[in-house]
């Protein structure tokens, strides 16, 4: 018997997230974007461009659980999933490097924000499917 | 505009992001797949935006070439990030992990100059 639990969408589920964690997280993304805009003022769009993969949700993410033991688990599975996250990333950026020369700008942001969501998903898919089968 | 104003733009639509796809990771479920909005293109969707209604399309693929670099580093930090904070705890495992990814990030920044 498989042990895969469903991929759900519960919208319900959002009024449990803490509020000061969501501020963590929108002052590490906001500090990002800064500092992303800063560089590429300073040093050029290649260098500040690096720093649009900067780890900040995840980083927030994980300072939270310093004093919460009990959150300790569900971060370390979010971490792990994030790596699959971060593997769609390159190809996010692999896809803007290729068709921005090309195509409208917000064309090219919405079809490398829908192929880093494919490479992720069948990521996951995939070893959970290997998972089920070993 | 005036590059305050954009730098504070950038900065306010990085934030509203990065939590709208931690909301996102909070609404679906199980916890592993969740966890594939935590390494979203948030600070990138926004940075690029901005970039696109400022300076047109142009700096997009430059940004973009910068990214493939920051990437890979996350891929090694998000792989490191359990282990070191599991070993040192959440603050200081969190401080190192950044520290790798600044350092992955570094190498291929100076490979590819």
Avoid: N
């Avoid at chain 1, 590490?28 to 900067?54: E, Y």
């Avoid at chain 1, 971060?75 to 769609?88: N, P, S, T």
């Avoid at chain 2, 505009?1 to 939590?19: D, K």
């Amino acid at each position: 018997m498989s042990g895969r639990e469903r991929i759900r969408l519960r919208p319900s589920r959002a009024r449990c997230a803490h509020p000061a964690g969501m501020a963590l997280r929108f002052a590490f993304g906001a500090a990002i974007s800064v500092v992303a805009a800063l560089v590429t003022d300073r040093w050029g769009p290649v260098t500040g461009g690096i720093f649009l993969a900067f780890p900040a949700t995840l980083a927030a993410t994980l300072t939270l659980i310093e004093h919460e033991e009990h959150r300790r688990l569900p971060v370390e599975q979010d971490a792990r999933g994030a790596v699959l996250g971060a593997a769609g990333m390159i190809v996010f950026a692999v896809c803007v490097w290729a068709l921005a020369p090309w195509l409208p700008a917000a064309l090219v942001l919405v079809t490398s924000t829908a192929a880093w969501a494919l490479v992720a998903v069948a990521l996951y898919l995939l070893l959970q499917g290997r998972r089920d089968a070993g | 505009m005036s590059q305050v104003w954009l730098v504070a733009l950038r900065g306010l639509f990085g934030g509203l992001l990065v939590m709208a796809f931690a909301l996102l990771g909070e609404m679906v479920s199980p916890k592993k797949f969740a966890g594939i909005f935590a390494a979203g293109p948030a600070v990138a969707l926004a940075g690029m935006s901005i970039t696109v209604l400022h300076a047109g399309s142009r700096p997009l693929a430059e940004s973009a070439l910068g990214m493939i670099v920051g990437s890979v580093a996350l891929v090694v930090y998000c792989a490191l990030a359990v282990p070191v904070v599991r070993r040192l705890g959440a603050v200081t495992g969190s401080a190192a992990a950044v520290a790798v990814w600044l350092a992955v990030a570094g190498l291929g920044w100076w490979l590819m100059a």
